[in-house]
């Protein structure tokens, strides 16, 4: 029989909450979302940016829900009877939950952040780390300041691994979530310029990602990128926080995980290293130079938590994609067969950048064109036109036929762009949908990608729905 993930008497100590109604003795799961609830799961009233939590209690108690956590003020709200934890304010009571996870868990613990790469490398980790112990992570990017203490609050008490993903968009974000989550090894995979309207230089976005090192445990590890320009900041910030083990991945000579070799093809890459000292050869089941970067990442990781390197390296072969960030569809079009990479979660220079050189390793038969599809990269401020603009050089060097952009900052790329590359060009997504579908033909590759707020993904949703593999139809909705 499965353990319950929290006893109504540790869950309501963890929070000081008061108790009403007719309670369990114990909460399988918890949620915050009535649409993915499952029964028996407590549910927490989070007050979000535009809905609050405590109007879905009724909801979420008639979909099974074992208890709501509310706020005090808000009990004169709630359904007669209900069976309630009331604390002063949920989110409060859940990053109280989440501390009270750390501190009865005994698992190794490793955080990753970085302006580009967290979910894959979470996800590499989480493979690895599996295939050894039971381990938990974060699902999908939580890693804010709900997600964070969400997803610690879900770690069971037996976990061997525990992998979190920790994001920000302004300084400061970071702090309290590391200091949370108190990691035994922290990575940081890159600094790029993402949210720079808000920072303004790189050196700003290094020290807000630096905050990860206030949270990591006496004796722990930061794991640092060797071969990005920030790598001399980084490691002063962290050695400033007390950090006294540094390891360093990369190509670089001095790169305690150092690539050695690597041969890329268009699905995998094969990839020789050496790994605190350690000669492994692997396979990556997913493709690109980014890619292998971020796991000599994760190898160093796991081997500073304890974890068999040999079998880690082996794990990768299974390494998938995560969905809308390099994800690959089998497209049926008239004549024949098309590919549709999907990265259109979210985009900023130095993704686009390696998302376009993704594109350009899919080998090419016949007449098939290898075509970019490119929606606005945001919250890159003043500089927004330029880092557009200054893609064009990545289309040539990828070999990209065909590029289409959406949006008023891709104007600035179209306009750089030789003219025989263009495509096409909207003003948003949605107007560009319709010359897309015309466009795609037998053998061509299709790459999608821009900011979350670009609004790519319908475009990837409606060349599945007219394009997808008569078995997978019924699978594909809008």
Known sequence: ????????????????????????????????????????????????????????????????????????????????????????????????????????????????????????????????????????????????????????????????????????????????????VRPHVAIVTAIAPVHLEYFGSLDAIADAKAEIFLGIEPGGAAVLNRDDPQFERLSAAARAAGVTRIVSFGEHERADARLIKVSLQAETSTVAARILGADVTYKLGAPGRHVVANSLAVLAAAALAGADLALAALALADLKPPVGRGERIALDVPGGAALLIDESYNANPTSMRAALALLGQVPM?????????????????????????????AVVGSAVDLVYCAGPLMKSLWDALPSERRGGYADSAAALETDVLAAVGAGDALMVKGSLGSRMGPIVKALKRRFAHPAEQALVKG
């Open 1 to 180: 029989m499965t353990a319950p993930l929290w006893t109504l008497s540790a869950m309501a100590a963890a929070m000081s909450a008061e108790r009403a109604g007719a309670l369990p003795a114990s909460v399988p799961g918890l949620s915050i979302d009535t649409r993915t609830l499952q029964a028996g799961e407590a549910f927490f009233a989070i007050t979000g940016e535009s809905r609050d939590g405590h109007e879905f209690v009724p909801a979420a108690l008639q979909a099974g829900a074992g208890l709501a956590v509310v706020a005090r003020d808000k009990l004169g709200l709630m359904p007669k009877d209900a069976a309630l934890l009331i604390v002063p304010d949920v989110l409060e009571g859940l990053n109280d939950l989440a501390g009270a996870a750390r501190v009865r868990s005994h698992a190794k613990v490793i955080a990753v952040t970085g302006s580009v790469g967290k979910t894959g490398t979470k996800e590499a980790l989480r493979l690895v780390l599996g295939r050894q112990g039971d381990t938990h992570a974060s699902a999908a990017s939580y890693n804010n300041q709900w997600g964070v203490p969400l997803s610690l609050a879900r770690m069971p008490a037996n976990t061997a691994y525990g992998v979190f993903e920790v994001g920000m968009n302004h300084a400061g974000e970071i702090t309290p979530l590391t200091r949370l």
């Open 365 to 393: 038969k016949g007449l098939g064109r290898r075509i970019a599809v490119l929606g606005d990269m945001l919250e890159l401020g003043s500089e927004g036109p330029t880092l557009h603009a200054d893609l064009a050089g």
